[in-house]
């Protein structure tokens, strides 16, 4: 039986006991619930739209670039790291730090100027798909997804159906629209993906649940390096593009480590009425240097370094002003005796009449 399948048989399987763990008392931990600082070097994502499409930049990575990237990744002896291995060993810290390589919205640039190239390399990867724009101008085909599934290296991951801000969606809107894509791509493929990716990483606490209940993974657009104690329906990556994929930013940026934490408030991160939100990040006593943490987010649509503050092991940030429509990032970075530690958050803003 395909791998994808046995693994989407497995969650399916998890999901019908989840209920009944519930009700058991003395029963482990739930896993977002164990949190422990660990040596874990994390699995660095990266996220990658168009190839060689030079009318969009702000999605688009020249084919030479992205090879030069790749080239980089080998040169630091960095492993790619292979997408089953999340499921098998999430909680797993890592001696080495390892490369997850994904794409979104499987654009049709994706299957004739990258998939030949990852196909050749064995690089393995995610490929999350919107159901409703295959077969579009522009766009990859049924026969060409599932060309490209059958690879023992190439996964699929559910990216919604229509592609929609998914907080501008009334909570039945939101559900009818991952059914969707649930069932088509159960269709298509025979299985429902375990891997899901927020379209334009946008979500709310809503959403987040109802992802959690139907997937393994998710995954946002906040950048970072995810560790153990990471949340699995919060999973960062980093973005890649000719605006941000210069060769000079794309070596620091593979060269970061986990910024681990144990809780991170607010936990919503659909701002309504409640912006700008109460910011505050729980550390890890055994973490070092933690006092060398430098944040910044663009609160106003304005850059800047962030107002903190610490009482013991918690960082508290005051904005400067409210986040502006649509979207809102807070980055921290902490030099740790030469290693460069990273976490990013996302929210996402309801426009107020």
Not at 205 to 220: H, L, V, W
Not at 289 to 310: L, Q, R, V
Request: charged content about 25%; hydrophobic content about 35%.
């Amino acid at each position: 039986m395909n791998v994808k399948k046995i693994l989407s048989l497995a969650a399916s399987t998890i999901n019908l006991f989840i209920i009944i763990l519930l009700f058991i008392s003395n029963s482990n931990a739930e896993e977002n619930n164990i949190k422990y600082y660990s040596d874990d070097s994390g699995i660095l994502a990266l996220m990658y739209h168009r190839f060689g499409e030079d009318k969009y930049p702000s999605t688009n990575i020249q084919m030479d670039i992205f090879k030069q990237q790749i080239k980089i990744i080998k040169e630091l002896k960095y492993n790619f790291y292979d997408p089953k291995d999340l499921k098998e060993n999430f909680h797993t810290p890592k001696e080495k730090k390892k490369i997850l390589i994904t794409i979104d919205d499987a654009f049709s640039s994706f299957y004739e100027v990258a998939w030949p190239y990852l196909k050749k390399e064995k690089i393995p990867f995610i490929l999350f798909v919107s159901t409703a724009s295959v077969g579009k101008s522009g766009y990859m085909t049924w026969n060409q997804i599932k060309e490209i599934e059958i690879e023992s290296t190439a996964y699929i991951g559910n990216h919604s159906h229509t592609h929609s801000y998914l907080v501008d969606l009334r909570n039945n809107e939101f559900i009818s629209d991952i059914d969707t894509s649930s069932s088509i791509l159960k269709e298509k493929l025979g299985y429902n993906p375990i891997f899901f990716s927020y379209p334009f990483g946008e979500y709310s606490s809503f959403i987040k649940g109802y992802i959690a209940k139907n997937f393994q993974f998710s995954f946002g657009q906040h950048s970072g390096v995810i560790d153990i104690n990471k949340d699995r329906h919060e999973l960062p990556r980093f973005p890649i593009n000719e605006k941000y994929g210069d060769l000079k930013r794309f070596k620091f940026l593979i060269n970061l480590y986990p910024l681990q934490y144990k809780v991170l408030y607010p936990d919503e991160k659909y701002l309504t009425n409640n912006n700008p939100p109460k910011f505050s990040v729980v550390f890890f006593e055994e973490q070092k240097n933690i006092n060398n943490i430098n944040c910044f987010s663009d609160e106003g649509d304005k850059w800047g370094k962030s107002n903190i503050s610490f009482i013991q092991k918690i960082l508290k940030l005051n904005f400067r002003e409210k986040f502006n429509f649509r979207r809102g990032r807070v980055n921290c970075s902490l030099n740790d005796n030469g290693i460069w530690r990273w976490f990013g958050v996302q929210f996402s803003i309801k426009k107020l009449n």
